[in-house]
């Protein structure tokens, strides 16, 4: 069993900037990668970014590319999203997942462990 809390989420100006933690705790049966979805109201959980578990490689949703950064430090058991430029259209909950990588990028996070999320919002 995994364990994850986010952290990090507030009130934001468009053009801020947020960085979110999640903190992972328990035990694993075998390496995994780490992502982070976003629920915004009314709307489905949609994919944000993935992590491997070596952090070697990334993947982004093309909605955050280019002001999104996703890394993992393992010695702290922490994953983190830096988001940069942020825009009204990025306020939502933000979800922390772990799980297979082709399960969070291609499958919606499904079988994998969750937070509980981190409301981001983001004013105009």
């Known amino acids: 069993q995994v364990q994850l809390v986010e952290s990090g989420g507030g009130l934001v100006q468009t053009g801020g900037s947020l960085r979110l933690s999640c903190a992972a705790s328990g035990r694993a049966d075998s390496p995994y990668a780490m992502g982070w979805f976003r629920q915004a109201p009314g709307k489905e959980r949609e994919f944000v970014a993935v992590i491997s578990w070596s952090g070697t490689n990334t993947y982004y949703a093309d909605s955050v590319k280019g002001r999104f950064t996703i890394s993992r430090d393992n010695a702290k058991n922490t994953m983190y999203l830096q988001m940069n430029s942020l825009k009204p259209e990025d306020t939502a909950v933000y979800y922390c997942?772990?799980?297979?990588?082709?399960?969070?990028?291609?499958?919606?996070?499904?079988?994998?462990?969750w937070g509980q999320g981190t409301q981001v919002t983001v004013s105009s």
């Open positions: 997942n772990a799980g297979a990588w082709v399960r969070i990028v291609n499958d919606r996070g499904r079988g994998g462990y």
